[in-house]
């Protein structure tokens, strides 16, 4: 058997009788088109290493693995290990982990190698699972990860709108963040309430040392948990006003309308006045 021998999608599911749990927010992409075409963006090719998260029947999976890449797969459902273990039957360079993804860690899973994230994460976790990658002491080479618009349009927005807010900076912060593919909710069976996106990140070279990137993760949780006071309002217990004068920047500004790097002017001086 090989990987172009598998029956579709739908009958391999059909065949094991299995169907999407609304508890783990499951929705099924089933079309290898849409499946190949996140593959391709994920830049993945023969002989590397990929992380992928809630593959379910495996759609993503078999795109992954005709570009020659090792996929190691974490799954919460048990359901869907005989379905996914056919992969490896079929030649695929696979590996099954159970278990959650929230709890996972990487750097066990991955022993030294690089590996890059490729994901139709599950709409529930998502974006918990971005911030602990982003945040973590594991390092993708990549992510290429599919969230529900709304938060793929957050993760990449700008200052000055509603979509802005702590996830942008930090992705921002980590990360170069673009949008590179719209995935309407009528591609997933069950089709979900709202359409989806993807999302690609490289890491940046120059990683904020882990005191710096505690101190950011600080400032923008106090000052976008209050987003419509002032700044000297919602980091108050941090210095108010004081803080954000020695920042450089206005007291009576908000968190929507701070750029990366005023909030990492925040995190510096937060920092020297706690030395």
Same mark, same amino acid.
């Given at each position: 058997?090989?990987?172009?021998?598998?029956?579709?999608? !739908?009958?391999?599911?059909?065949? $094991?009788? /299995?169907? #999407?749990?609304? =508890?783990?927010? @499951?929705?099924? *992409?089933? +079309?290898?088109?849409?499946?190949?075409?996140?593959?391709?963006?994920?830049?993945?090719?023969?002989?590397?290493?990929?992380?992928?998260?809630?593959?379910?029947?495996?759609?993503?999976?078999?795109?992954?693995?005709?570009?020659?890449?090792?996929?190691?797969?974490?799954?919460?459902?048990? !359901?869907?290990?005989?379905?996914? $273990?056919? /992969?490896? #039957?079929?030649? =695929?360079?696979? @590996?099954?982990? *159970?278990? +959650?993804?929230?709890?996972?860690?990487?750097?066990?899973?991955?022993?030294?190698?690089?590996?890059?994230?490729?994901?139709?994460?599950?709409?529930?976790?998502?974006?918990?699972?971005?911030?602990?990658?982003?945040?973590?002491?594991?390092?993708?080479?990549?992510?290429?990860?599919?969230?529900?618009?709304?938060?793929?349009?957050?993760?990449?927005? #700008?200052?000055? =709108?509603?979509?802005?807010?702590? *996830?942008?900076?930090?992705?921002?912060?980590?990360?170069?963040?673009?949008?590179?593919?719209?995935?309407?909710?009528?591609?997933?069976?069950?089709?979900?309430?709202?359409?989806?996106?993807?999302?690609?990140?490289?890491?940046?070279?120059?990683?904020?040392?882990?005191?710096?990137?505690?101190?950011?993760?600080?400032?923008?949780?106090?000052?976008?948990?209050?987003?419509?006071?002032?700044?000297?309002?919602?980091?108050?217990?941090?210095?108010?006003?004081?803080?954000?004068?020695?920042?450089?920047?206005?007291?009576?500004?908000?968190?929507?309308?701070?750029?990366?790097?005023?909030?990492?002017?925040?995190?510096?001086?937060?920092?020297?006045?706690?030395?």
């Amino acid at each position: 058997m090989s990987l172009a021998s598998l029956p579709p999608l !739908r009958d391999s599911l059909a065949a $094991h009788g /299995l169907v #999407a749990n609304k =508890g783990f927010g @499951q929705h099924f *992409l089933l +079309d290898l088109n849409i499946t190949r075409k996140i593959a391709r963006l994920a830049e993945v090719g023969d002989g590397d290493l990929v992380i992928e998260v809630g593959p379910g029947p495996g759609g993503l999976t078999r795109a992954l693995l005709e570009t020659g890449a090792k996929v190691i797969a974490i799954e919460m459902d048990p !359901r869907f290990a005989p379905l996914l $273990h056919d /992969l490896s #039957a079929a030649g =695929g360079d696979f @590996q099954l982990i *159970l278990g +959650d993804a929230l709890k996972a860690d990487e750097t066990e899973i991955v022993r030294g190698r690089q590996a890059h994230l490729v994901s139709n994460l599950p709409y529930n976790v998502g974006t918990a699972l971005l911030i602990k990658w982003l945040t973590g002491p594991w390092t993708p080479a990549s992510l290429t990860l599919m969230f529900q618009k709304e938060v793929a349009d957050r993760i990449v927005a #700008a200052p000055g =709108g509603d979509a802005y807010g702590r *996830l942008a900076v930090l992705a921002q912060a980590l990360t170069e963040a673009k949008l590179v593919m719209d995935v309407p909710a009528r591609a997933f069976t069950p089709p979900p309430k709202v359409d989806s996106a993807v999302v690609r990140l490289t890491p940046l070279a120059n990683r904020p040392h882990p005191a710096r990137l505690d101190a950011l993760q600080r400032i923008t949780a106090a000052a976008f948990n209050q987003r419509r006071k002032m700044l000297r309002s919602s980091l108050k217990v941090m210095g108010g006003e004081a803080l954000v004068l020695e920042a450089g920047l206005d007291p009576q500004a908000r968190a929507e309308t701070i750029s990366m790097a005023g909030f990492f002017a925040l995190a510096d001086a937060w920092l020297a006045q706690r030395s």
